[in-house]
């Protein structure tokens, strides 16, 4: 038992040294706030309307999980046959690391294959590709809360997706405060207290808008936005995979230390 402890410790240790790695955006990111209020006026009105129209889907995910839920079941046989959540809680850490390792490739692939689909025909298909990316975002870390043993069909759990999805594309002073605010995560209060800021899921669409969507303009070059787009789209599924995957097995390793304890 001791030897499972420190393994677990030791894995720990691992997952703060990359929230410690998570500095500053890098310089892309970085100009691309400088810009964006020029961009933003440049950006053609439908485009707009469309990244409005993604700001309500993501409110109606964080209130109802809408057309974004995954199939849990489904999700799970991909763990074992005839597997619970309560299982999966269980498992080795290994096995579970595995199996979301598949799903942050399989959804690479598709995002990869999305964006250079979207990025040839340009801006006539821009506003097709940014509620892709978000749907296929939203999906990878729904399918590796599954993995570690958490529902995404609870609102709370929900909540904590979207904080995944603003700590990926957030700075340093960002990732920084959602750190602290996912500490106490599991306290119901807390829970209640954060469904209860609405002004959660705007931000997180302003930083999606500032250091995602302006980059999105690059592929508004007809063919060689291809190129832009399938580098983009797998990049920033990635990144939010990596996310994801640290932030739920760092949950599950203290929920498995502190049960030890008690």
Request: proline share 2%.
């Amino acid at each position: 038992m001791r030897e499972q402890n420190e393994e677990l410790l030791k894995q720990l240790e691992e997952i703060k040294q990359w929230e410690q790695e998570q500095e500053d955006l890098w310089f892309w990111e970085k100009w691309g706030k400088i810009p964006f209020t020029i961009l933003d006026k440049l950006t053609p009105k439908f485009l707009h309307q469309k990244v409005n129209a993604v700001l309500d889907e993501l409110v109606q995910y964080i209130h109802s999980g809408s057309r974004y839920l995954v199939n849990k079941e489904a999700t799970l046989q991909k763990l074992g046959a005839n597997i619970s959540l309560e299982d999966v809680r269980h498992l080795p850490l290994r096995e579970i690391d595995r199996v979301a390792q598949e799903f942050a490739q399989s959804r690479k692939r598709l995002a990869t294959a999305q964006g250079a689909t979207t990025g040839f025909g340009g801006i006539f298909t821009l506003t097709i590709d940014i509620p892709a990316v978000l749907g296929m975002s939203l999906k990878i870390l729904q399918e590796i809360a599954i993995c570690y043993g958490y529902d995404p069909h609870d609102e709370t759990e929900r909540l904590f997706i979207v904080k995944c999805l603003q700590f990926s594309s957030s700075d340093i002073i960002g990732k920084q405060t959602i750190l602290k605010e996912l500490q106490n995560f599991d306290n119901r209060a807390h829970q209640r207290d954060g469904i209860s800021q609405v002004a959660s899921w705007r931000e997180v669409i302003t930083v999606y808008r500032d250091n995602y969507g302006w980059k999105k303009l690059f592929q508004l070059v007809p063919v060689a936005g291809m190129v832009f787009g399938a580098y983009l789209n797998r990049k920033a599924i990635e990144d939010i995979a990596e996310t994801g995957r640290m932030l739920y097995k760092k949950r599950r390793i203290l929920e498995r230390l502190s049960a030890e304890v008690q």
